[in-house]
């Protein structure tokens, strides 16, 4: 660790050290003007082309080699530089998407809002900054190491880490390390991968008149007394025990087409995440008895066709975890006591989670500044202080490229 600190010091004051850390102050407003321009360009999950046609044209522009690969992932490299050892990440899908342009705003504190400004707007900001930076004053004396950048797709929901996996594949991957950057903060760095599965529940049956045909089997009955059953179980015996911690989540519940019909189908999608995969398969076993439970409930007390169900996982993402005396963890470490940064390790669901249970090295770092609200309209960001981060980014790419 001394000579790591000495590393970080010495890079941090050579003149091109100097002169690149600085210029994330000096170039503050046009940082802030492409996060503004980037969250304008709608990029729900499953559609983020538009927006990775725009990065990958900013990457260009900025004099990296950038290409969409068939994930769809923008793939920036420097000209020239060797084989990247250390790739910086950052999703480019929101759960929400703006309706129109207008919809993200800036207010009159400094802050952004809308969907999508604290999660990923600072994460895929930081890549445009590290590029420009990168291009201005190069940190590594001419070195042709340089990281590769890239803004993927598919972290978000029934993405399932889709642009990850595609990155991560045997053929493809030659990354050695994978520094993710996702939200805001500097307060943490994410070393374990929180497992999670999602599964859709449907319950279908014959619908019909809600009197003609009164005492039918109805999905929508059927599905909310399963929901209650699950919840009241798995809320007594998982989640309420804080470790390991446990989470579930039904998230959407759907069915029915008007108010004087039987429906004839009704759906609900839950996140199932836990610290430990034995209790999620226990919250899944619960699921699945909870579901027949409830199916059986409704069939007894109908006088006419039954309901069925079927359960289909829709997602799963995996564990791991970087070890407490890993390279990366000992750079990043590192770094924070360089710059002063009082960061705690935690356990998260981010596009590490793939890296990590590949055994490779990666971890999740936030972008800076200040943010809120995620995964609802009232998201926000407030940008103060994200020149800290994005040093905190650049002298960790450098640590990791130059000491794999």
């Known amino acids: 660790m001394p000579q790591l600190a000495r590393s970080i010091a010495d890079l941090a004051g050579s003149t091109g050290g100097r002169a690149c ?13 492409q996060h503004l321009k980037l969250c304008r360009i709608a990029a729900p999950t499953f559609f983020e082309e538009k927006r990775a046609t725009w990065m990958a044209a900013q990457f260009q522009a900025l004099g990296w080699e950038a290409r969409l690969d068939r994930a769809g992932n923008v793939v920036a490299s420097w000209p020239g530089g ?19 342009p207008d919809d993200i705003k800036l207010l009159g504190d400094g802050r952004l809002a809308g969907p999508g400004v604290a999660d990923n707007g600072p994460g895929l900001t930081a890549l445009l900054a590290l590029a420009a930076a990168w291009k201005a004053v190069p940190p590594l004396n001419g070195s042709p190491l340089a990281p590769l950048l890239i803004a993927n797709v598919g972290e978000e929901g029934e993405g399932n880490l889709s642009g990850m996996r595609y990155v991560c594949r045997p053929a493809a991957n030659q990354s050695r390390a994978f520094l993710v950057l996702d939200g805001p903060g500097t307060d ?8 999670s599965q999602r599964f859709e529940v449907t319950i ?18 059927a599905l909310s007394r399963a929901v209650t059953l699950f919840t009241a179980q798995a809320g007594s015996a998982e989640t309420t025990s804080p470790s390991p911690r446990s989470s579930f989540n039904f998230g959407i519940f759907e069915g029915g087409s008007s108010i004087n ?8 999608k839950v996140d199932l995440r836990s610290e430990s995969l034995e209790c999620i398969g226990r919250l899944a ?34 564990s791991g975890e970087l070890p407490p005396h890993a390279p990366m963890l000992e750079a990043m470490r590192a770094v924070d006591a360089f710059l002063g940064i009082r960061s705690h390790l935690d356990c998260s669901s981010t596009d590490a989670n793939i890296p990590l249970a590949l055994g490779l090295q990666a971890a999740s770092i936030g972008a800076g500044g200040q943010g809120g609200g995620a995964h609802t309209p009232d998201e926000w960001y407030l940008p103060d202080g994200r020149e800290l981060a994005l040093r905190r980014i650049m002298l960790a790419a450098c640590v990791l490229l130059t000491n794999q």
Do not use: C, M, Y
């Open 285 to 318: 076993a619960l699921l699945t008895s909870a579901v027949d439970q409830a199916v059986d409930t409704e069939n007894a007390r109908s006088s006419g066709p039954r309901v069925s169900a079927r359960i289909k996982e829709i997602g799963s993402r995996p």
């Open 204 to 221: 279908a049956g014959p619908g019909g008149h809600s009197w003609r045909d009164s005492g039918h089997g109805n999905p929508v009955h």
């Open 21 to 33: 850390l600085d210029w994330f102050r000096r170039e503050r407003s046009w940082i802030n003007e």
């Open 82 to 100: 060797t084989a990247a050892p250390l790739a910086v990440t950052a999703h480019l899908d929101t759960v929400l998407a703006p309706r129109n």
């Open 261 to 268: 019909s039987i429906p004839t189908e009704a759906r609900a």
């Open 188 to 195: 943490h760095i994410t070393s374990r991968a929180l497992a």
